[in-house]
DNA sequence: GATTGTGAAGTACTTCACAGCT
DNA sequence: AGCTGTGAAGTACTTCACAATC
């Protein structure tokens, strides 16, 4: 996971469960895909195959939707996408800012599956005067003065951080000050919010080092599974030479 | 969670939990920071807050290492900064490949955090030929007609995917022929991989979509909470104008 | 007196397996 | 006959709360 969390752990959001709000995304895309093939219906069988979980979880996530599917048919492909979007909210436009314009920020800002679902890039913000007026993705880098204007001006509530770790901290609070309430944040910190704001992190390091460890476990079980292939207690008497 | 796993469910990885190892770098980036200030000792209190975690949960998670701490003092700085970097594989050294070197590609490749903890960016591969030669973060970009020396004469077992969505799979069968063990994958795609090996992913446009979905919530949230304001049942008998 | 380490209780998520609908 | 929707069972994770230890 790449992911922090910050919510009430007591009210589930409108019922759904949090682990299945974070698959929801993954089965949109999947029936974007299948939509963009003019496919009309799939049954939860080829939607969970498509979208790397098993068909039971993909149903009762569902579930948790309403009823939207046809016993002995399957799910009406577009109708899902919609409901999906819908529930997601990706039927209402999000501006989002992104601070920190440095490599990632500008490999954000040219992120084209960003705008694609009702996400659109309100502004690039960087601390560095040179790169005020810059055109990055085709849009002008502000400078981090207008931070607070540029949110307002633009309702903006969700804010990505790609700014470096020192600085990431600071810019949140100015964020959240100006009225963000959703932050997704690369820089390697945590980040301390108040109440009601939502902070997601994704973070490369923390991922290289979770395939490390499984890695190092995998490199100690081929030891292990050698050793034992040479003396197991197994189906058979274990007579040891004496 | 910007996060995908693939790992036996049954097998728990010598008893520690999945939940456990990914707090683990988390809790060695709070304590390289205490150890960088010459901090002694912590208490899992102190800890627990410098990691954004409750205190019984971080005890817990150490508990699964084995019994690092000293009733009524804390835990040794130093030393569990040793003991996690064991546990989680870093004390030896990963040569890591990325593939495709774009815009996001160059961000990792530029990533500091990278090489400080055990990883070696091993090589920079892309498609292109035209970017062959170049040199990005000091290192010269190979063609992909290289992945596959390179993969055996590095030894690596990881490798970072930042290509297209649509070459992912490709360069992932490639990867995982020539010895590829771990996968951390950045291109918005489902990977198919054989048993044993490794995939995380990482995937802004999920991360996004679930804030915008408790966005949307907290936006419902205030209507309802306005909604109630107006005739709750309070602790006051609320009595109507008739 | 302070703080860890951990059983036990509580919560969240997954999977099973089958009744119910088309 | 096929496939969904879901209670019930199973598993994983979190939190509590306190005995053990320094």
Same mark, same amino acid.
């Given at each position: 996971?790449?992911?922090?969390?910050?919510?009430?752990?007591?009210?589930?959001?409108?019922?759904?469960?949090?682990?299945?709000?974070?698959?929801?995304?993954?089965?949109? =895309?999947? /029936?974007?895909?299948?939509?963009?093939?003019? @496919?009309?219906? $799939?049954?939860?069988?080829? *939607?969970? %195959? #498509?979208?790397?979980?098993?068909?039971?979880?993909?149903?009762?996530?569902?579930?948790?939707?309403?009823?939207?599917?046809?016993?002995?048919?399957?799910?009406?492909?577009?109708?899902?996408?919609?409901?999906?979007? =819908?529930? /997601?909210?990706?039927?209402?436009?999000?501006? @989002?800012?992104? $601070?920190?314009?440095?490599? *990632?920020? %500008? #490999?954000?800002?040219?992120?084209?599956?960003?705008?694609?679902?009702?996400?659109?890039?309100?502004?690039?913000?960087?601390?560095?005067?040179?790169?005020?007026?810059?055109?990055?993705?085709?849009?002008?880098?502000?400078?981090?003065?207008?931070?607070?204007?540029?949110?307002?001006?633009?309702? $903006?509530?969700?804010?990505?951080?790609?700014?470096?770790?020192?600085?990431?901290?600071?810019?949140?609070?100015?964020?959240?000050?100006?009225?963000?309430?959703?932050?997704?944040?690369?820089?390697?910190?945590?980040?301390?919010?108040?109440?009601?704001?939502?902070?997601?992190?994704?973070?490369?390091?923390?991922?290289?080092?979770?395939?490390?460890?499984?890695?190092?476990?995998?490199?100690?079980?081929?030891?292990?599974?050698?050793?034992?292939?040479?003396?197991?207690?197994?189906?058979?008497?274990?007579?040891?030479?004496?």
């Amino acid at each position: 996971m790449a992911t922090g969390r910050n919510h009430r752990p007591a009210t589930r959001s409108r019922g759904i469960p949090e682990a299945t709000v974070a698959r929801l995304p993954l089965y949109l =895309r999947a /029936l974007t895909a299948l939509s963009e093939r003019s @496919v009309p219906t $799939v049954s939860s069988e080829e *939607l969970a %195959a #498509a979208a790397g979980v098993n068909s039971a979880k993909l149903r009762k996530d569902f579930s948790y939707l309403g009823s939207y599917g046809t016993r002995g048919v399957g799910y009406d492909v577009e109708y899902l996408v919609y409901q999906i979007s =819908r529930e /997601l909210g990706l039927t209402q436009d999000w501006p @989002v800012v992104i $601070v920190g314009i440095g490599n *990632l920020g %500008a #490999a954000l800002a040219n992120y084209g599956g960003f705008a694609s679902r009702g996400f659109r890039v309100a502004a690039l913000i960087d601390a560095d005067p040179a790169m005020a007026g810059k055109p990055v993705a085709g849009i002008a880098v502000q400078h981090t003065d207008e931070l607070e204007s540029i949110i307002s001006d633009n309702g $903006v509530s969700i804010g990505v951080i790609a700014t470096p770790a020192g600085a990431a901290q600071q810019v949140c609070e100015r964020l959240v000050a100006a009225g963000v309430t959703s932050i997704l944040n690369f820089a390697p910190t945590v980040l301390s919010v108040p109440d009601g704001v939502d902070v997601r992190k994704v973070d490369l390091s923390i991922e290289l080092q979770i395939l490390a460890f499984h890695e190092q476990r995998k490199a100690g079980e081929e030891a292990e599974a050698a050793a034992s292939r040479k003396g197991p207690d197994g189906d058979m008497p274990a007579v040891m030479p004496a």
